[in-house]
T-cell receptor, first 115, second 115 residues
Framework: AQSVSQHNHHVILSEAASLELGCNYSYGGTVNLFWYVQYPGQHLQLLLK??????LVKGIKGFEAEFIKSKFSFNLRKPSVQWSDTAEYFC?????????????FGKGTHLIIQP | GAGVSQSPRYKVAKRGQDVALRCDPI?????LFWYQQALGQGPEFLTY????????KSGLPSDRFFAERPEGSVSTLKIQRTQQEDSAVYLC?????????????FGPGTRLTVL
C-alpha cells in the first residue's frame, strides 16, 4: 500500500516570501501525484497534478511542483506567496489505473501567510 | 453549479444514534468515493463505487459503516450506533474514467459530531 509524508504540519510565512512544501511518497510502482488545497470554509480543490511527461508541473495561482522519481518526492513551490494563499495543502497519490484504490493523502500542511 | 453536493453540511448525533449522509455527484460521473477526514488529518479512503457497484469497501472502519448507491447516482453513507471516534468530516468525490485523467472532484463534506 502507498503512503504519503508531508514534512511540515504548520508553516508561517510573510507575504512575498518563497514557498516550498515537501511531499514524499512510498509506492513500488508508477503513481499519479496531486496537490489539493482547502481554503478556509471551502472544499478541497485541485491545485495541480502529475501523470507523465515533464516532471515540472504548473498549476493554478502560480503554484508549481517537481516530480523527482529518484527521491520519491513531489514538492510544491511558489516563488512569492500572497495572503490569500493561507489554506491547508494536501499531497496525494494514486496508482495510474485509479479506480478502486482511491487517493492516498498526506496529513496536510497548514500554511499561514502574514500580511 | 454542477459540482458535488453533500447534505447535511453539519450533523450532531448522540452516541448510539444512526446517521445517514448524502452525496450527489456530478451528473454523469461513473465513479464515486467516500473519505473520512479526522481533525488535523488528511482524508482517508473509505469506499468506492463504479455506477451502482461497490467495488471496494476496504477502508470502512467497522461493520457499523454502510454505503450504497442503488441507482448509480446519489450515494448514502450510513453509520449505525455512532461512537465518538466517528466524529469527522465525511467527504464525497466523483470522477469519470477517461475524463480529465480520472481527476476527483470533491464535495464540501459533512461535519459529523458525535456527543
Amino acid at each position: 500500500a502507498q503512503s504519503v509524508s508531508q514534512h511540515n504540519h504548520h508553516v508561517i510565512l510573510s507575504e512575498a516570501a518563497s514557498l516550498e512544501l515537501g511531499c514524499n511518497y512510498s509506492y513500488g510502482g508508477t503513481v499519479n501525484l496531486f496537490w489539493y488545497v482547502q481554503y478556509p470554509g471551502q472544499h478541497l480543490q485541485l491545485l495541480l497534478k502529475y501523470f507523465s511527461g515533464d516532471p515540472l508541473v504548473k498549476g493554478i495561482k502560480g503554484f508549481e511542483a517537481e516530480f523527482i522519481k529518484s527521491k520519491f518526492s513531489f514538492n510544491l513551490r511558489k516563488p512569492s506567496v500572497q495572503w490569500s494563499d493561507t489554506a491547508e495543502y494536501f499531497c496525494a497519490v494514486m496508482p495510474p489505473e485509479g479506480g478502486a484504490d482511491g487517493l492516498t493523502f498526506g496529513k496536510g500542511t497548514h500554511l499561514i501567510i502574514q500580511p | 453549479g454542477a459540482g458535488v453536493s453533500q447534505s447535511p453540511r453539519y450533523k450532531v448525533a448522540k452516541r448510539g444514534q444512526d446517521v445517514a449522509l448524502r452525496c450527489d455527484p456530478i451528473s454523469g460521473h461513473v465513479s464515486l468515493f467516500w473519505y473520512q477526514q479526522a481533525l488535523g488529518q488528511g482524508p482517508e479512503f473509505l469506499t468506492y463505487f463504479q455506477n451502482e457497484a461497490q467495488l471496494d469497501k476496504s477502508g470502512l472502519p467497522s461493520d457499523r459503516f454502510f454505503a450504497e448507491r442503488p441507482e448509480g447516482s446519489v450515494s448514502t453513507l450510513k453509520i449505525q450506533r455512532t461512537q465518538q471516534e466517528d466524529s469527522a468530516v465525511y467527504l464525497c468525490a466523483s470522477s469519470s474514467p477517461g475524463l480529465a485523467n480520472n481527476e476527483q472532484f470533491f464535495g464540501p463534506g459533512t461535519r459529523l459530531t458525535v456527543l
